[in-house]
């Protein structure tokens, strides 16, 4: 009998890149059944693309209502767990990377094993709630996630393990999105209204940007930020903005950028595969000395939008003293071993998967 493993897709399209590099493993190996279950036509089109091959098994699960089906919204995800629970619970071993799954627990009789990897780094305190205690098991990107899980409560060295980041694994190849051959600057703005530059100063910000004579510009923030605030637009030609595409959350734009501009979003460390320029916004001036503004040690940081120009045209310069600090964020961060993660994270999954419940 083959081995039955599904993967949870109830998340936005950014989450899927953080398992389905495992689940693609998985399906590779002899004597296993890998299931996708999505209520989204779009997310698992784009688990299609993919998977040429077709080896892992799409379940298109009932969509309770909500709006146009989207890469980015996706309905209430307790009303999708209980309108498919039956097809859901069936499954021994569930893979998920949202804490939604964990309200499974609370059915009468559910006896499916949980199994979570966590996307980001582990530096904002918001991806650490009472839930993930829920969850039999729970894959991390590097140590400092991992001793942050067992220090906080939420897991025991048993149920938490390193398994690296897989999205690298997907990851685009650097593109050119400007006819011309100035270097790219990203601006990834978060979404939080607590630590968001857009959503607090939001025209300083454009001004900033609308200014630069010497760099083209891509805005792609979290895509989250599109429910927080009206959309971005310019009409400079430099500047390219994204709401949120593909090119948003595979790593195009972090693959095909020459300096980063953003808060505090982990998506930094996407762009850190390859230590480049990078610049922090502390317009409201905090004291950044909480673990959500750890990215701030790995590049200038500027209290005004008007000083942007500036910080760029230092940026080059001063890169030589930065290298040495994001090169150890990464390696705190993230865990790059040999062995591709997509494979310790199969390994993982599929021990667990064979262990006794």
């Known amino acids: 009998m083959p081995i039955d493993i599904a993967f949870l ?32 036509d779009q997310i698992l089109a784009l688990v299609d693309s993919y998977d040429p091959d077709g080896r892992l098994t799409r379940i298109r699960l009932r969509r309770p209502p909500s709006g146009p089906d989207s890469l980015f919204r996706q ?15 069936r499954f021994p071993t569930l893979v998920t990377t949202e804490i939604s799954s964990a309200w499974l627990r609370r059915v009468p009789g559910f006896r499916s094993r949980l199994i979570l990897i966590k996307h980001g780094a582990g530096d904002r305190e918001g991806g650490y709630k009472k839930r993930h205690r829920d969850f ?16 906080r409560g939420l897991c025991t060295e048993e149920t938490v393990a390193v398994g690296g980041y897989p ?48 760099w083209n510009v891509i805005i792609a923030p979290h895509t989250k930020l599109a429910r927080k605030a009206p959309p971005i637009a310019s009409s400079a030609p430099h500047i390219r903005v994204d709401m949120g595409s593909r090119h948003s959350i595979d790593m195009s734009y972090t693959m095909s950028a020459d300096a ?23 317009l ?26 500036d910080a760029l045209s230092r940026a080059n310069d001063l890169q030589p003293t930065y290298v040495a600090a994001q ?16 494979q310790r994270q199969a390994d993982l999954i599929l021990n667990f ?3 006794p419940a």
């Open 284 to 309: 409201d001036r905090r004291d950044g000395s909480g673990d959500a503004f750890a990215h701030w040690k790995l590049g200038q940081v500027i209290e005004r939008a008007d000083a942007l120009p």
């Open 9 to 40: 897709a109830i998340a936005e399209a950014q989450q899927l890149y953080h398992w389905l590099p495992a689940a693609l493993e998985l399906a590779r190996r002899p004597d296993i059944r890998v299931s996708i279950l999505s209520p989204s």
């Open 75 to 89: 309905p209430s995800r307790l009303a999708t767990l209980l309108l498919n629970y039956p097809t859901i619970a």
């Open 167 to 214: 999205k690298f694994e997907l990851k685009a190849e650097r593109q050119r999105f400007f006819p011309d051959d100035r270097p790219v600057l990203l601006y990834n703005p978060h979404f939080d209204p607590q630590l968001s530059s857009w959503i607090n100063h939001g025209p300083a910000m454009l001004a900033a940007l609308e200014s630069l004579e010497d």
């Open 353 to 355: 998967a064979k262990s």
């Open 136 to 151: 039999d098991l729970t894959l991390v990107a590097g140590e400092k996630d991992r001793r942050r899980m067992i220090d």
């Open 260 to 282: 980063y501009l953003g808060d505090v979003s982990s998506q930094v460390y996407e762009f850190l595969i390859e230590p480049r320029p990078c610049i922090f916004l502390n």
């Open 327 to 342: 090169k150890a964020a990464m390696q705190q961060s993230i865990d790059l071993s040999p062995v591709p993660a997509s």
